[in-house]
């Protein structure tokens, strides 16, 4: 009896905790226990600062195997071109008949990726909550669809951000005073809330 009753407790507290899917009409009041949470959510995103970006990287335990581009080293000495004019006469031929087109240029090759340890958005927002138990989906177009939806004037720290149609492009975590935690090229990093490309409302996930 003891064993469901502790139970119950830990359900009813995850529902306290966790918003109602909904648009948000006005600024809550959060209790101290949604506040603390929040700052544990916040605190494990910054305790990732500097960890490489990886796609496909990341989870509720932490970083994970995933891709990344390989690094380029700096460009050898190229030997010395011949001018336009040089090609354009290189590409005639004055002794076949008919259109002498130059040939068809390739494709490029795909730019080649190393495995990595780290993050990638998603998976930094999956670790992030997973910290005080709750279970986000792995990619940021799902996370976008589940708690609540908050206009930007709204905010609260704690919000997710997204950007792209849907929220399919990338995802970070507000912590407020135009801040947010994300995953970059180089890694995760705190940065300047941008607007630029992000969906109308942020997403609460804890009230």
Avoid: C, H, W
Avoid at 12 to 17: D, H, Q, R, Y
């Amino acid at each position: 009896m003891t064993r469901v009753r502790v139970f119950v407790v830990l359900v009813l507290g995850l529902a306290l905790l966790v918003t109602t899917p909904g648009l948000a009409a006005a600024q809550p009041t959060r209790s101290a226990t949604n506040q603390k949470a929040v700052e544990i959510v916040i605190a494990r995103a910054l305790s990732q600062r500097g960890v490489p970006f990886a796609y496909g990287g990341g989870g509720a335990s932490g970083p994970s195997k995933g891709t990344a581009a390989a690094p380029t080293s700096a460009d050898p000495a190229q030997p010395d071109q011949p001018d336009q004019a040089e090609l354009d006469a290189s590409a005639l031929d004055l002794t076949t008949p008919g259109l002498n087109l130059p040939a068809a240029v390739p494709a490029p090759t795909p730019a080649p990726r190393v495995e990595v340890v780290g993050f990638d958005a998603s998976g930094l927002m999956v670790y992030s909550y997973a910290g005080v138990g709750v279970k986000l989906p792995r990619s940021s177009g799902e996370m976008y669809k589940v708690g609540q939806k908050v206009m930007p004037s709204l905010a609260l720290p704690g919000d997710l951000l997204f950007y792209g149609p849907e929220g399919t492009q990338s995802v970070a975590l507000f912590i407020g005073n135009g801040k947010m935690v994300e995953t970059t090229d180089s890694g995760v990093a705190l940065s300047d809330v941008r607007t630029k490309d992000m969906t109308p409302y942020l997403v609460r996930i804890i009230a």
